[in-house]
């Protein structure tokens, strides 16, 4: 299953509508996570124009009232049968079942806060949600934060981010796979970050040996 994630810095405006529509035909894309997307109502009804058809299912949180975050996931829903949804202020994860292997799953969509307090409420929170949940997850997302020291150059630091970044994913048991090609998912002027990845599952892996970022 080919998997889209794209921090888009606002979806409201009609011109991402092509450049959307455009990677998931080429990529052939069946699910995709948005986020930023500072969407204030709906776009159901212009997913299609995105999506290509009206065959999928989608998932919203729209930005807070200081006009930041939004997130969106859509799914192709004869590839992936959802049962259950559930959202937080910057997260959805997705529960059901892969219907070509009937594969129990859940896939997640996050956009981490840009501040060490934020980021360590989100963290909580989604680990008692991803715990409950107890299926195998693939989380995809912009965290925010980086996991190691040569994941950013440039003047600015946070080791307590960090270190807090990699106890989560140590207590999750989630694997961070690797990025090909890319070294770095963000940029401004002469500081560079990969704040951007998919983490997974043992499960998640054993069961798709060929998953690649």
Not at 58 to 75: D, F, H, L, M, Q
Not at 134 to 144: A, V, Y
Not at 188 to 200: F, H, I, T
Request: glycine share 8%; with cysteine.
């Amino acid at each position: 299953m080919n998997c889209l994630f794209w921090n888009i810095r606002g979806i409201e405006k009609g011109e991402k509508i092509l450049p959307i529509r455009t990677l998931v035909e080429k990529k052939k894309v069946l699910f995709m996570g948005l986020v930023e997307t500072k969407h204030k109502r709906s776009v159901r009804n212009r997913m299609k124009r995105m999506w290509g058809n009206d065959d999928y299912d989608i998932c919203e949180v729209y930005e807070s009232e200081t006009n930041e975050g939004g997130v969106i996931a859509v799914w192709d829903k004869q590839t992936f049968v959802s049962s259950i949804k559930h959202m937080g202020s910057r997260w959805i994860l997705i529960e059901g079942c892969m219907k070509k292997n009937n594969f129990e799953c859940c896939v997640g969509v996050i956009y981490g806060h840009n501040d060490r307090m934020g980021i360590r409420a989100m963290f909580e929170e989604l680990k008692q949600r991803v715990v409950s949940i107890n299926k195998p997850i693939l989380l995809l997302g912009d965290f925010n934060v980086t996991l190691h020291e040569g994941e950013r150059t440039g003047p600015f630091r946070c080791d307590r981010s960090m270190n807090d970044f990699s106890e989560w994913i140590t207590d999750l048991r989630l694997l961070d796979l690797p990025l090909q090609g890319l070294k770095f998912t963000w940029r401004r002027n002469e500081s560079k970050s990969r704040l951007d990845r998919a983490l997974c599952c043992h499960t998640w892996l054993s069961s798709f040996p060929h998953l690649r970022l």
